[in-house]
């Protein structure tokens, strides 16, 4: 089976390229290395010792995107490639749904002119806003967004229902990602946002190596077990492994429209995360307490019970196995 993988040089994309590859399916990677770096490509030959064909295009780009398409016999997408800060994304919106929300657009019309109904699609828990209550299952209300970011993630959701309202005979996969951390065990390849990180973990890596001087915790009178923000980290080598799932169900079904979160369905709260990294890595992470980050919410993770029983994807990697992969990654 030959998958298109976009975004198949940023972080999640490499990640689940080594578990196609390892899987033994074909890959065809595509990424304009707005957010990642070429040199990804030859890190994830290097780790499964095979090759596959990579594009360097942009998907707003139809024509290279079609010349793909006729290149290879495509049997289905995987589609990562999108911005995803979201602090950023407050401050760039036109920037967001172009590159978003556009370039889905443009690859679902250029799938339609070959004929590929099946797509598995990259979407985040932000699209639930601030959830009613926890653990959140994927049918709890969505909406509330509070960034363009999440928001261009709900609209992607929305078409993807309408494309599949117009023609049955579609194969969708959305997967509603939590938090992803952690790297492969080889670390060679891993988190490499530009400039300062914006998430937490990456944050904690850049601390804890002198980087940065301090990490600023943001708040803690939050309605949860330490005051700071709970949130559903899962491993990044986990969350590829659920994609290779998500493909399996869509052989296997032929054609319908499915949703998945995919998280463990534990909540680490932002003290845990520091004290657990310091304790497995034995490194000391400097940090204060600051006031809130605006949009923060109190607590969000999953009920993972549904990619269980349908997908039969269940998260192996701990939160130690999470916290050692990503430093090791850093001194890698
Ligand atoms: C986690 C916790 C912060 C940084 C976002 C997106 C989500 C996904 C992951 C793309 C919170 C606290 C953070 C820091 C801190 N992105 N924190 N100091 O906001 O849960 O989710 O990133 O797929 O879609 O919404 O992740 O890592 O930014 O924050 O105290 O310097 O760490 O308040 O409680 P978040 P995060």
Redesign the pocket.
Known sequence: MKVLVTGATGY?GSHTVVELLDNNYEVVGLDNFSNSKREVVDKIKEITHKDFKFYECDMLNKEALENIFKENEIDAVIDFAAF???GESVSKPVEYYINNVSSILTLLSVMKEFNVKKIVF?S???VYGKPKSVPITEDAEVGGTT?P??TS?LMVERILKDLYVSDETMDICILR?????GAHSSGLIGEEPNGI?????P??VKVASGKLEC?????ND?NTKDG????DYIHVVDLAVGHVKALEKLNKEKQGLFIYNLGTGKGY??LE?INTFEKVNNVKVNYKI?P??P???DE?YSDPSKALKELGFKCEKTLEDMVRDSWNYENK
């Open positions: 999640i995803k800060a979201v990259s985040s828990a932000t960034n970011y999440g993630k990602y939590f938090n992803p951390i990180p914006a998430n937490l973990m944050y904690i990490l600023n915790v943001f708040g939050y700071t923000g709970v949130r709260s932002v995360i600051a809130r980050r949009g923060d919410i969000c």
